[in-house]
């Protein structure tokens, strides 16, 4: 079992840096309209002749209420009705992907997010499952890992009761915080009640996997009531936690100029409301997987972080990264080999250009020998903890000392520090640097000086 993390105060302030979240490397940020459909084609392509099982995710970005705090691509509508253009299509992406894949391609993965994906009626729901399974070999014997998001406030037992007929066997539940003060100043209010009536529901119907988001830093937030929101939800007892750090750029996201900034809380306050739902969820039993994640120890990423299996990539961390994984719906981002593709972030122009039967790619990435090498690195870090030299030499055929020679002094000051443990063999992230890996990841990182860090959000 990996060692527990150390909380260190001097540490995180010194190596608090804005950077990348490294669900890919390079990540969205480097991401150029040279790349399109030609390139997505060709990758298909190649996933086809591989064979490569595959993962799907699938964009549904209506949501009927805002939350302030929001940063994802949404469309805030009451109106149902503008679900059935999009889905339309939608289904067009799916059949003019599919044709271009094996059948025989088996779907270890699907995941919806959004958005709300539950803004969909029942029957919106089956017409788009029934549209995945004819267009890809979907699993029929609840084996794959198929979630989805759910808002409490969108779904009942029936809503759920629907999810698992259709064949999902994970649920992701945002909660954020309980506390009432906080969620009318972020406009997501959201009772205890309606959320366990929604796991009680899951548990019933045997969903395989519950997992709840949390944010912390949000106005309002103090370490004593974001405190009691981390022990309601233990009480409710999800296989996974994740807990993220509201970062508050306004510049960028217009629904966040509505939070007042005078009621967010203070760094100090956000440090000791993250060392506190730390102590409490290691308490509880719960595992430190990496970044803002926890889970059982018996849940799958558990143990693939054991067993050095664990992987990262658009949807977090994953049993599945071996997986080509295909975007549907607007914004939704593939990676299929050393393909990163993205699809058209505006409504409008995905449907637009799916309406004349061409794919909405917009921008995207192929991965370079260089982008491979630190992608390898990178991925090994966030995941394991460790990296070991040798794996990386025989990979890529490189003297990994000589090829990031220029990185060596940043290293040993990060082991000085007490970060990691560097040797001529490894790397290994020791407990008071686990909280700070993406600080270690950002070392390797070749494009990181080109931009901005405002960009990104703080490692704490």
């Not at 406009?187 to 009640?193: D, V, Y």
């Not at 993220?244 to 306004?250: D, G, I, K, S, W």
């Not at 991965?367 to 890529?396: G, H, K, P, T, Y």
């Amino acid at each position: 079992m990996l060692d527990a993390i150390r909380w260190d105060t001097d540490l995180i302030r010194r190596y608090d840096l804005a950077g990348p979240r490294y669900t890919s490397y390079p990540t969205a940020v480097q991401f150029n309209s040279q790349v399109g459909t030609f390139d997505l084609f060709h990758a298909l392509r190649d996933s086809r002749k591989a064979q490569r099982p595959l993962s799907l995710y699938v964009h549904v970005p209506f949501c009927a209420n805002i939350c302030y705090y929001c940063a994802c691509n949404k469309v805030i509508t009451k109106d149902r009705g503008r679900a059935q253009p999009y889905l339309q299509r939608l289904e067009q992406e799916i059949q003019l992907i599919a044709c271009h894949l094996d059948p025989t391609q088996k779907v270890e993965q699907l995941h919806f997010g959004g958005g709300t994906p539950t803004f969909l009626s029942h029957d919106e729901l089956r017409q788009l499952m029934a549209h995945l399974r004819k267009h890809f070999n979907l699993l029929d014997d609840d084996s794959g890992d198929y979630g989805i998001e759910i808002d409490p406030r969108e779904a009942d037992w029936s809503t759920m009761g629907l999810l698992r007929e259709l064949g999902f066997n994970r649920v992701s539940i945002g909660l954020q915080d309980l506390d009432p003060a906080v969620q009318r100043a972020v406009n997501r209010l959201q009772s205890l009640e309606e959320t366990r009536a929604v796991i009680d529901a899951a548990r019933t119907l045997q969903f395989r996997s519950i997992n709840i988001d949390l944010i912390y830093g949000l106005p309002r937030q103090t370490p004593e009531n974001f405190a009691r929101t981390v022990e309601e939800v233990i009480n409710l007892q999800p296989d996974r936690l994740s807990v993220f750090n509201y970062a508050h750029l306004p510049e960028r996201f217009m629904p966040q100029r509505r939070i007042n900034s005078n009621e967010l809380p203070t760094p100090a306050q956000k440090l000791e409301m993250l060392q506190r739902t730390i102590e409490q969820l290691i308490s509880a039993g719960y595992r430190y997987i990496g970044m803002d994640h926890f889970a059982l120890p018996d849940d799958e990423l558990a143990i693939a972080q054991e067993e050095s299996t664990l992987q990262r990539n658009f949807q977090g961390y994953t049993t599945h990264g071996h997986c080509d994984l295909i975007g549907l719906g607007v914004s939704a981002i593939s990676q299929i080999g050393d393909l990163y593709c993205q699809n058209s972030s505006d409504l409008n122009h995905y449907q637009n250009t799916l309406a004349s039967m061409q794919l909405a790619t917009s921008r995207g990435l192929l991965c370079n020998a260089d982008d491979r090498l630190r992608r390898a690195v990178i991925q090994q870090l966030i995941c394991n903890f460790s990296l070991e030299f040798c794996d990386i030499e025989q990979a890529f055929n490189i003297d990994f000392q000589g090829y990031f020679g220029e990185l060596w002094p940043q290293l040993q000051d990060m082991a000085k520090d007490g970060l990691i443990e560097l040797d001529r063999d490894r790397i290994t992230i020791l407990p008071a640097g686990r909280l700070l890996v993406r600080s270690v990841c950002m070392v390797f990182d070749a494009y990181l000086e080109q931009h901005s860090r405002q960009r990104f959000s703080r490692v704490i």
